[in-house]
């Protein structure tokens, strides 16, 4: 019985609507249906799949929160022991160009052996994400920090 995909991620936050208008904003994703839980709780999408939710954390949930999902941890910052989301990505140079009108600090690191050109940035809860893209789409973008100068 092996997996097939990663379905979604929740993240947990004080700020709801300003971290779904992030992720809307900055990335790209749509806003869309979601099942009511009778808490607070956004899905984004990205085409037809919901691959993040989004739901009040911290010390002050709601008892249908801690009943339905529980609450391992009251943390609202940080990427804890996730370390980063990552997601595949197109459209190197029209996404930094928008980055960067946005505002958004990113770093651009490449890994040869794996094909890919990687841009990592903080979403407002200071959850790194991580935007893999085709290395061939980064002809003379120059990366921060190549995976191969690292000392062995």
Same mark, same amino acid.
């Given at each position: 019985? %092996?997996?097939?995909?990663?379905? #979604? ?8 609507? +300003?971290?779904? =208008? ?10 869309? %249906? #979601?099942?009511?839980?009778?808490? %607070? /709780?956004?899905?984004? !999408? ?6 993040? #939710? ?9 008892? =249908?929160? $801690? $009943? !339905? ?5 009251? *943390? ?5 022991? /996730?370390? #980063? ?5 197109? +459209? ?10 946005? +505002? /958004? &600090? !990113?770093? $651009? ?14 979403? %407002?809860? &200071? ?6 893209? *085709?290395? $061939?789409?980064?002809? &003379?973008?120059? *990366? ?7 000392? *062995?």
């Amino acid at each position: 019985m %092996p997996l097939t995909h990663l379905e #979604h991620f929740l993240i947990q936050t004080e700020d709801l609507d +300003g971290t779904c =208008n992030w992720y809307v904003d900055v990335l790209g994703m749509e806003e869309g %249906p #979601h099942p009511d839980f009778k808490m %607070p /709780v956004r899905w984004l !999408y990205l085409g037809d799949e919901p691959v993040l #939710h989004l739901t009040i954390g911290g010390e002050n949930v709601s008892e =249908n929160r $801690k $009943k !339905y999902l529980g609450q391992q941890s009251t *943390a609202t910052k940080g990427s804890g022991v /996730v370390d #980063h989301v990552a997601f595949r990505a197109t +459209g190197l140079r029209k996404m930094l160009t928008h980055l960067d009108s946005k +505002g /958004v &600090d !990113y770093t $651009k690191r490449q890994v040869d052996d794996q094909g890919l050109f990687q841009v990592f940035l903080m979403d %407002p809860n &200071d959850v790194k994400v991580e935007l893999n893209f *085709a290395a $061939k789409e980064a002809q &003379d973008i120059t *990366a921060d920090v190549k995976a191969v100068d690292l000392p *062995a």
